[in-house]
């Protein structure tokens, strides 16, 4: 299947008051590698609004393995895993610089839906 891996870096507006990154960023920057490789896909968002269709998450799932802390910079890996007829998983990995292993793992699951009739 297809998949992206694009930079990342926490910055201050995506740590908690303790200094650890606050959940919202994670989405950020899978959102940014979705919206990346579907746009490499010839799908880009701008594309599947005009011609009356959305995407939205119906599934989200999020496992923290280790902190990602202010700075820190590392890659947000993100991979199409199962295309169903009206739906498409995808799993994602952030990895910070110089570690062995993934700090965040998860998946998502997307529907694809005709706006103007919401199915």
Known sequence: ??????????LWADVDPLGFIYYPAIFRFVTQAESTLFRLL?????????????????????HYHRPLVLHDTGTCTLRITDVRHTAIRMDFALQRNGDDGPAVTGHLMCAFIELARRR
């Open 1 to 10: 299947m297809r998949s992206i891996t694009i930079p990342f870096e926490v």
């Open 42 to 62: 010839g799908f880009p968002d701008a594309r599947l609004l005009d011609e009356g269709y959305g995407k939205p998450r119906v599934h989200l799932e999020v």
